[in-house]
């Protein structure tokens, strides 16, 4: 029998000008209105995804980037992917959606009661993306700059006092029994005395509870975090219920980004079993394998204005005007401040001696594509991909793959109109859902 494995999608550059710069810009939908996400969230459940999450930053950056994050949209506008969350449940029954959030922007009782009020609307459905982007302190008065590890203490303090919070009615508080009784006749709704006057005072937050918010019977939201570094994998060990991963799709570093977050989930006293993780993808389906050997061939030599747009779009996500520096010369790494992100930048140099290559070989590599057939790259068929999800879940105990692009009709149907099918004919994909919720779903198998 054929491992099965939960799929989702990553709504990469959040919830902003969606198909900018794309020829689908010109299907006219409106990325401001709910509209064009309920149509696409209703494909995505049909296809038997277990999961959408979008992708959040509340910040345009820093002064000397705030034109390359807007001028192509490459990092902003982005509207809040909490509020577009409602609209989403409202259109879908069994999909959970997983908003972004940053520890920075809401206060732990805020955010405890707006993520149960939430989890109640959407029959347990909601899932929350923590992320600890250090870069957006300044808007939020009070939140501390903070330095890489110490954002991440931060949001365990945070996630721990929601997590109190949502505990804070203990078990029976709840009656909710209209049967008359001599003393009673209205019946009784609550036990207030079983309710935990809570008092947080920890390093970075202070607060009382109890929540004013109902407790939960399908469980808490589910908890999802991305950073691969080794606090951000201790993160996610602690926490996460699903880790979204980026590695190279091959089993041994599979098997080995499994392995650390497993072991991390031990050591904080988890089951390695609770811990889903989701490796992202971004494959370019076409409709045959000479199609796709075309493709290849054609971005072997990417021209200047290709390499361009990269040094615009990598600016953007590594918060540093690249276009600004000599691009045949090496890239110094002293101009990246300590905020960004070592993963990002490891990518933009990839496996170059950044001593000695010139910063345009380095984009001009992100620009070629490569094959799914040969394992370089994820250029191919859809049975080609089905091929490699497959391979990855028998021989690497993969737990699925999130595909990562625009949420949008043309999108999704390019990427699971031919596949999902494949997928279901071999016993991969579900066919259907539990009802019990995200995180019931997330435990079917
Ligand atoms: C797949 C993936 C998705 C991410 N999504 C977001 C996001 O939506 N918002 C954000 O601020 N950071 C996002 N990040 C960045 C991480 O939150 C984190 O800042 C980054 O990975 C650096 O942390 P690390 O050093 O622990 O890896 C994402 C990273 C990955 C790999």
Known sequence: MTRQQHFGWFLARGFGPHGWGHPYLDWNYRWTSPGLYQQSVRDLEQAGLDLLIIEDAPSLGSASTIDLRVRQAFGG????????????????????????????????????????????????RLGLN???????????????VLAHDAAYDRAEEWLGGIRDLWRSWDDGALIADPTPT????????????????????????????????????????????????????GFAGANSDVQLALAPLDAASIRNYRARIHAAALERGRNPADVT?????????????????????????????????????????????????????????????????????????????????PLRVLLASMARLGRLSDGSGFVGTASELADLIEDLGENADNDGVLFWGDLHPVTVHRMLDELVPILRRRGILRTEYNPGGLRANLRDF
């Open 77 to 124: 506008p982005k509207h809040d992917p909490l509020l577009l969350a409602p609209y989403l449940f409202a259109a879908t029954q069994h999909l959970g959606i997983v908003p972004t959030v940053n520890p920075a922007a809401y206060l732990p009782y805020t955010a405890a009661r707006q993520f149960a009020t939430l989890q109640h609307l959407s029959g347990h």
């Open 130 to 144: 923590v992320v600890t982007d250090t870069g957006s302190a300044r808007h939020f008065g009070s939140a501390p």
């Open 182 to 233: 001599a003393d009673r006749p209205q019946g009784r709704y609550a036990d207030g005395t079983k309710l935990r006057a809570l008092r947080h005072r920890g390093e970075y937050f202070e607060f009382d509870g109890p929540l004013n918010a109902l407790p939960f019977t399908e469980g808490e939201p589910v908890i999802v975090s991305p950073g691969g570094s080794g606090r951000g994998l």
């Open 277 to 357: 993780v989701l490796f992202a993808i971004q494959p370019v389906l076409v409709g045959s394998a000479e199609e796709a050997d075309r493709l290849v061939a054609a971005s072997a030599n990417p021209d200047d204005a290709t390499v361009l747009t990269i040094a615009e779009r990598q600016s953007s996500d590594l918060e540093t005007d690249l276009t600004s520096l000599d691009f045949d010369a090496p890239l110094d790494l002293g101009v990246f401040g300590d905020h960004v992100s070592r993963g990002s930048i490891a990518r933009l140099v990839g496996s170059h001696d950044v001593e000695t290559t």
